[in-house]
């Protein structure tokens, strides 16, 4: 592949991506364009990144070789990148250190966020507890239900978590209540988004942040095998561990790119989260993008066992890779993401998120086609702790 | 001449503000939608924005938020309401504001929608997720069909940009009067007036107020900075509670509005 450059400067990837925003947003979003281009030109900017991202969240994370796994596949080797190592289990922390660095700069006083299974809502709390910023999450009603752990540690954190009761109650009607405080607060308040979506400059500053994975993936790799790895498999719901995962191998064309999305209760019924899958191109929350909706163009309700991939859109880089056919996109059942889960708790002793559980499963999958000279990466993206009630309740068996 | 142009042009000759009404398609079945829109512009509307439920509607409150799911429960669609729209539109001559989110019209695709739209006999579109910076997706084509695309400016809109959306402006400029959501505010920061002033000093096309204005009293106080108001949450939920006189008396207000 030649030399890939998105998005162009109105942030568009292709067709996809823009700012789709209410004009009251529209001086706070072209401001943080500005904001963000100057920090990531600017040395103190990147050292002070720098030093949370190996001081306070404990990077660089590891890429360990799951052997029993691999024994059990029978094909390629498998590696996990660690992302559930990160302080507070998961990848969404190299980006909200990044955004909370960047609101400092601003001047702002206030985030707020919305999240779906709490990783992003308590990644956010915490570096805004680390650098007093005031926060506000706003999660659905349904996912408060199913991840208690994460709302009462976003309390304990000092956050304020609102109840969103509007629509399906999950990430997307959080996404509708944040961005209407967002209009409501814009002077002083930055949104600390959590995925690779919503208006320029979001989905573009959210994937450099979250390129440290895939930066730090490709030098551990080829500090061992002097070459990259023949396929890297990441799951996705907005997208955000995938596309950091991604974006450094997207020109190494040897490389296969798989994301994961979650195909709920199955991509043929009504229950599922597939918006490449199944969906098509339409507005929201800011961007042009995949998304599931009907032919009225009303959105329609996501469903997957797992929160975080619970969400009708996918980030407009996303968009863009499947239409131009670089990455390829598969998808995986709340069964058979439950089964991989259940195989990586038993075989390495390892308890993955349910959403990095979908990238566990179309792994095994894959690497049966592969030999085992050959390699896949899974973004490991996050831990399951959070999970672990939802598990309980799904488990068709004993243990 | 644009409906539009036509309305604010006799509006200027009889000396009056402008008074345009928001109401929700669908809210209460569509079958209601010939009744509200006589009803309207019986009670002296000078143009009408018909609202298009969306499932994820950012921009608005609870009012309107709540009259969109009542729509959509009713199953009101875009292509809907202007099947409707065509059919009542030799009765009434009133101009016809669509105010629609971007994926309503994306989904049913530009080109149809506009075909459509101009059958129907539109006369202009607000679409609140559509600032300048994306409008090439559309903005062209409505202007072809010799439909307005009316352009928003708000409190957080530096003047230089108000000044750049009001020149690219068609049929009026659309002045949000808060920095927030759609549906009813007590009270207006005391810049608003400043704000709607400097507005209309750099505006070539007239200058209508909006979001967050309920009484009579906010109608003719911020009608007095600017050509006019536009009254949305307060016109829909009185429609839901069947209170037809109280929108009569918001309206009748607009005619009591000093003109400056």
């Known amino acids: 592949m030649t030399t890939y450059v998105m998005p162009d400067e109105k ?65 390629a080797k498998i590696y996990l990148k660690r992302e559930d190592l990160n302080h507070t289990g998961a990848h969404k922390i190299n980006n909200t ?26 990644a956010t709390a915490t570096v805004c507890a680390l650098l007093n910023l005031e926060c506000v999450i706003f999660m659905g009603e349904e996912d408060i239900k199913r991840q208690q752990l994460n709302v009462f540690r976003m309390e304990l954190l000092g956050a304020k978590v609102v109840s969103v009761t509007s629509g399906s109650r999950t990430l997307k ?57 023949e396929a890297i498999v990441a799951c996705i719901g907005g997208g955000s561990n995938s ?16 994301g994961v999305e979650a195909a709920g209760h199955g991509i043929d019924t009504e229950q599922h989260a597939a ?35 619970d969400y009708p859109g996918v980030g407009p880089e996303h968009s863009y890779l499947k239409d131009i056919g670089r990455v390829q996109y598969e998808s995986i059942t709340d069964e058979e993401a439950l089964e991989a889960l259940k195989l990586l708790c038993r075989l390495e002793g390892i308890i993955p998120a349910l959403e990095s559980a979908h990238a566990v499963a179309y792994a095994i999958k894959h690497a049966q086609t592969m030999t085992e000279n050959e390699s896949i990466v899974v973004c490991l993206s996050g831990r399951g702790d959070k999970d672990v009630q939802t598990i309980q309740a799904n488990m068709k068996e004993a243990l | 001449m644009n409906r539009i142009e036509k309305a604010f042009h006799s509006l200027k000759e009889n000396n009056r503000k402008a008074f345009v009404p928001y109401l929700m398609a669908g809210d209460g079945g569509l079958d209601q939608l010939m009744d509200q829109l006589i009803f309207l512009e019986n009670c002296g509307a000078t143009a009408i924005e018909i609202g298009i439920p969306f499932s994820d509607p950012v921009a608005d ?26 059919t009542i539109r030799p009765i009434v001559s009133t101009p016809l ?18 075909h459509d739209a101009v059958k129907a006999g539109i006369d202009g579109c607000i679409i609140p997720d559509l600032p300048i910076e994306e409008e090439e997706l559309i903005a062209p ?11 928003l400016v708000t409190l957080t809109s530096p003047l230089e940009r108000i000044e750049e959306i009001a020149k690219k402006g068609r049929g009026f400029l659309y002045a949000v009067t808060v920095t927030g959501i759609t549906g009813a505010r007590t009270e207006f920061n005391d810049s608003v007036s400043k704000y709607l002033k400097d507005i209309k000093s750099v505006s070539p096309i007239p200058v209508l107020a909006g979001f967050g204005i309920s009484t009579p009293e906010q109608v003719v106080e911020l009608g007095s900075y600017c050509d006019g108001v536009v009254v949305g949450s307060k016109i829909v939920q009185y429609f839901h509670e069947k209170k037809l006189s109280e929108i009569e008396h918001l309206i009748q207000a607009s005619k009591t509005a000093d003109v400056s």
């Open chain 1, 97 to 122: 250190v990044g955004q909370a660095l960047l609101a400092v700069r601003m001047g702002k006083k206030k985030i707020v966020a919305e999240t779906g299974a709490g990783q992003h809502g308590v």
């Open chain 2, 97 to 114: 504001i669509l105010m629609t989110y971007m994926n309503p019209i994306y989904a049913y695709g530009i080109g149809s929608f506009i």
């Open chain 2, 61 to 86: 409150g609870p009012a309107i938020q709540e009259a969109g799911i009542r729509a959509l429960q009713s199953g009101t669609s875009l292509k809907d309401v202007l099947v409707a729209i065509q």
């Open chain 1, 11 to 75: 942030g568009h990837f292709g067709i996809y991506g823009g700012r789709f925003v209410p004009e009251t947003l529209m001086q706070a979003v072209l401001e943080l364009g500005k904001a963000y281009e100057k920090a990531k030109n600017d040395k103190n900017f990147q050292q002070d990144l720098a030093y949370l991202l190996k001081e306070y969240v404990g990077r660089e994370t590891p890429l360990y070789y799951a052997e029993n796994l691999s024994k059990h596949a029978n094909g």
């Open chain 1, 243 to 258: 596309m950091g995962m991604f974006y450094p191998f997207i020109e190494d064309s040897e490389v296969q790119l798989i």
């Open chain 1, 173 to 229: 009607d959080a996404c509708n209540e944040a961005l209407r405080y967002w209009v409501s607060n814009v002077t002083d308040t930055h949104y600390i988004l959590g995925s690779v979506m919503g208006p320029h400059p979001f989905p573009m500053m959210v994937r450099d942040f979250q390129s440290v994975i895939g930066k730090e993936t490709k030098q551990q790799y080829n500090e061992k095998f002097g070459k990259n790895p």
């Open chain 1, 275 to 309: 918006s490449l899958t199944k969906g098509k191109p339409g507005v929201l929350h800011g961007a042009l993008m995949y998304l599931l909706q009907d032919h009225a163009g009303q959105i329609q309700e996501a469903h997957s066992i797992s929160a975080g991939l």
């Open chain 2, 141 to 151: 084509y409505l202007q072809d069909a010799n439909i307005e695309l009316i352009r």
